[in-house]
């Protein structure tokens, strides 16, 4: 059992009593509560099978490093100091200060993070010294009832940036904030967040709202190639149509920046409870957070092209057979 301290279940996440029975993996030595492993069935760590490696406790490197003498990291220059030392030894910040103290529960929390849900191939490295992957917010917090770390892995990118403002819609103590991403893109911002039903609706209005600039571009074409002849709409009825549909266009996207955050909120809030309703073991819960969430890059990109070549299309057919 002392092999095992400190060590959690990497099924449950709940560390290991006293006397209670333990399930070794026989191939790379992970520890598992024995009604843990009996649900599954198996180890979860298929990756350490498939590289020949063991199992190793991330929280006994932890401790390890806590009980370094050298383990106090300067926030200004990461250089290592003694735990004894007012001040950094490479340039002079003060190891004590509120700033450093911040920088260590960062680092700290983005470690925790990363010991849990890098077995599953997420990963928070790379927000630099200072960012945090949580923005700032206690990885553990349940906002609507969801823990902060869950909102973080069904966000994935840029979740640095929504949970802070996920928290403020979730206690009301701030704004959402202004998404210029959606404003500039509309309808294929919201097919990248995978909110695929605002995203369509979206799409489709503003093609609607394009329709009298559309037609009046295709006579003015018409005319460039030949003056001869006849137009085939009338163009003060097109001039009035685009002056009214301007509008309602630019105040859609604009309205699309005040509002995607708190649209994005409610569809995580919803996506993750409906995860969490099928009391799914941690492997798969945390598969499809990542499935359900993130963001999705190709669907975007077919569904821009798509929208080009139809715009093409019809362009050609009115311009060439009427």
Not at 42 to 63: R, Y
Not at 152 to 177: D, T
Not at 277 to 293: A, H, M
Not at 303 to 322: E, G, N, P
Request: aromatic letters at 14%; charged letters at 15%.
């Amino acid at each position: 059992m002392e092999k095992f301290k400190d060590a959690v279940c990497p099924i449950c996440e709940k560390p290991f009593d006293d006397g209670e029975q333990i399930a070794v993996c026989p191939e790379c030595g992970a520890p598992y509560h024995k009604k843990c492993i009996d649900v599954t069935g198996k180890c979860i760590f298929d990756n350490l099978h498939s590289e020949g490696k063991s199992w190793t406790n991330p929280n006994e490197k932890a401790s390890a490093e806590s009980e370094n003498p050298n383990k106090k990291i300067c926030s200004r220059c990461g250089s290592a100091n003694p735990a004894s030392g007012l001040f950094c030894e490479n340039c002079g910040n003060p190891l004590n200060s509120p700033q450093n103290a911040y920088y260590q529960n960062t680092q700290n929390n983005a470690q925790n993070f990363q010991n849990v849900y890098g077995q599953y191939g997420f990963n928070t490295q790379g927000f630099g010294m200072f960012a945090s992957p949580f923005g700032n917010v206690n990885p553990d917090e349940e906002l609507n009832g969801i823990k902060v770390k869950d909102y973080s892995v069904f966000i994935g990118q840029n979740m640095h940036y929504f949970v802070p403002k996920f928290k403020n819609m979730a206690l009301k103590i701030g704004r959402a904030g202004f998404n210029f991403a959606a404003m500039l893109f509309g309808g294929f911002y919201f097919l990248y967040r995978k909110m695929y039903g605002i995203g369509i609706l979206l799409l489709i209005w503003f093609a609607v709202l394009r329709i009298p600039d559309f037609l009046y571009s295709i006579d003015y074409a018409r005319q460039m190639l030949d003056s001869s002849v006849e137009l085939l709409f009338d163009q003060n009825t097109l001039e009035s149509l685009s002056m009214l549909t301007t509008i309602p266009y630019y105040l859609t996207h604009l309205l699309c920046g005040f509002f995607a955050n708190r649209l994005y909120f409610s569809h995580s809030v919803r996506s993750i409870k409906k995860i969490n309703s099928l009391n799914l073991n941690t492997q798969d819960y945390v598969l499809s957070l990542r499935k359900k969430g993130g963001v999705v890059q190709n669907l975007v990109l077919i569904v821009f092209v798509v929208y080009f070549l139809i715009s093409f299309v019809m362009a050609f057919a009115l311009m060439y057979t009427m």
